[in-house]
């Protein structure tokens, strides 16, 4: 069973920065979509940023547009999320999805629709 291990996850202060890292634990799963999910205690897990894996094409939530960066290292099969000028209202635990069906037009948007979960990483912004 593939594994999506990530790490990255800390604590900082409004402004700042980090990266997280999410590497499938076989080099050659496949996968159509492959991005961050973010949740706080209580609240539905929302989309971050995901990418069409094929095309490299990305997608951003409306709240991280402009902040946040997506990036993928195919040889290694691993994803980077890039937060910048992180707020406080940023602070959730992000876990990292893939996707192994194949896709039509896009990444889907709803949590249940990912077969493949990191065990999250813990991100707190403090102002």
């Known amino acids: 069973q593939v594994r999506l291990v990530e790490s990255g996850g800390n604590s900082v202060q409004a402004g700042g920065s980090l990266r997280l890292s999410c590497a499938a634990s076989e080099v050659t799963f496949s996968s159509s979509c492959m991005g961050w999910f973010r949740q706080v205690p209580g609240q539905e897990r929302e989309r971050v940023a995901m990418?069409?894996?094929?095309?490299?094409?990305?997608y951003y939530g409306d709240l991280v547009k402009g902040r946040f960066i997506l990036s993928r290292d195919n040889a290694n099969n691993t994803v980077y999320l890039q937060m910048n000028s992180l707020k406080p209202e940023d602070t959730a635990m992000y876990y990292c999805a893939a996707l192994s069906r194949p896709v039509g037009a896009g990444c889907p948007g709803s949590a249940t629709s990912y077969d493949y979960w990191g065990q999250g990483t813990q991100v707190t912004v403090s102002s």
């Open positions: 990418m069409l894996v094929l095309l490299g094409r990305t």
